[in-house]
């Protein structure tokens, strides 16, 4: 098969890593930084590279209008654009797909840009990024998310799954908004509560207490603020691309936790365990 | 040294294994359950055991009298029946601790039971209960917080101190008051956190977006709800016993979250930004 990969970084290299160990594969692919394209053909994330889609199209060997699949792996803001540059370049065959942890606010309009498009969400983060950080097998026995539409091309899904299942990945299909919601409680939500937690301990008025906090704080802590102290951008981004669901998200959360703060000023401590005790039951659902 | 430890559990069955490691040390325990008491006296975490304190008092070996020092080690709801149950059989030169998590409720009345009263908070908890979990070395490089008053006695801090220390502990000093909203904020205010963002996510109404929510719940979703999903009775134990503290944490915490929902809703995505990068600079001041 002959495959694109644009956007070169954790994702986009590990992608390209596993799909080069297949003989049958000829991957090519676009990151702006010509130093990036150095390490992904040096790391044999991609057989070719160049920094945009027009200097791909006159490497001949790339042969982009015979391309089959297209990952489009940047952050989620250039996704759209990015489809939108390097349509004027491709045979219509060919089907795109994303890598996005947000899937309304790109397949509506990635569809209306490229009929072949499909929406993947492939949940393999690490905690580092970039090309030097990318790994075979990275999407393994991890989740990934196709969301289909009502207006998708039954080749392109097909097509999309198979890569994905190729590489190991646990398949799940969902409609964008189905999708957008379930990352919202259990991926954007959390970021909001954790940095909420870290933000309510650093703005303690009393020195002596707030000094103390510092010292004392462990693993629950630690815990509970890890995701509200990652990758700023990635929580904007989060916020701003799916901002309904999250908000959503946020105003139920402020439900639960008012029920709880109510418990707690009648001193409904019966009530407060067997809360907690239903949490205790509900957890183990969401551990994989 | 002649010490007590009243409650054979993971702290005191700890305590115990460690100071009757020193050769100088008469060790004796109590705990409710008989069998808990031959299990301590086995894995050499008390020298002598007896499920009461009138049986201790029998035991001439034990020599309750010429007791230097007694860990009261009960789970918190006992810990003043237990300092008034062993009033009686005292010398006044015995110096009384414990280690309850919270201390306001405490401090206070302990010290009008017995004026050589200091109360102790060793953070050091592991994920398992009862005497079989007890290990060695369990306090060594762990903070432990003494909340010494104005009525506290000179001779009985310096004492506790020093057993403190010689375990290993970090000691720090705090006012009762003090060290509960700290640990209101690190320790209780979390387990509310998290608890809330497991029934939110519980409670989706969507069956769709239930499952999805459930199959994709990967690190972030199992870090920020860990502590919520943890043992309901010391959930409720924490509202209990530090409601005051807790509440004030938990209402401080809503602003912050009302502020964050504020932000989304006005799609100010630069200060949200910002937010999260200031969350992401704070956060490191609490892991040590």
Chains 1, 2 share one sequence.
């Not at 390209?16 to 003989?23: A, E, F, Q, T, V």
């Amino acid at each position: 098969m002959r495959i694109g990969i644009i956007g070169l970084g954790l994702i986009g290299g590990s992608l390209g890593r596993d799909l080069c160990l297949n003989p049958e594969n000829q991957v090519w692919g676009i990151s702006r930084n010509p130093a990036t394209c150095d390490q992904a053909i040096a790391i044999k994330a991609v057989h070719y590279a160049a920094p945009d889609i027009s200097q791909i199209s006159k490497l001949e060997l790339a042969q982009l209008d015979q391309t089959d699949l297209i990952f489009v792996c940047t952050p989620i803001a250039a996704i759209l654009p990015t489809i939108a540059e390097i349509k004027p370049y491709l045979a219509p065959h060919t089907v795109i797909t994303d890598v996005g942890s947000v899937k309304v606010a790109i397949v509506g309009e990635a569809e209306q840009l490229w009929d072949r498009f499909i929406g993947s969400h492939p949940m393999a983060g690490t905690a580092f990024n970039g090309i030097q950080a990318a790994e075979l097998e990275l999407f393994k026995g991890r989740p990934c998310v196709v969301t289909p539409t009502d207006h998708s091309n039954r080749h392109a899904l097909d097509l999309v799954q198979a890569v994905w299942q190729s590489l190991g990945a646990i398949l799940y299909q969902a409609s964008p908004p189905a999708h957008d919601r379930a990352v919202a409680l259990i991926s954007h939500l959390p970021v909001f509560v954790s940095a909420s937690l870290i933000q309510v301990c650093s703005q303690e008025p009393d020195r002596a207490v707030a000094e103390l906090a510092k010292q004392l704080a462990s693993s629950g802590f630690r815990d509970t603020s890890r995701v509200g102290g990652g990758n700023p951008q990635l929580g904007r981004y989060m916020a701003e691309y799916n901002r309904t669901a999250l908000l959503s998200g946020l105003k139920q959360y402020q439900l639960c936790l008012e029920k709880a703060i109510a418990q707690i000023e009648a001193e409904d401590w019966q009530s407060i365990e067997s809360s907690l005790t239903q949490r205790q039951t509900e957890r183990p659902d969401f551990l994989n």
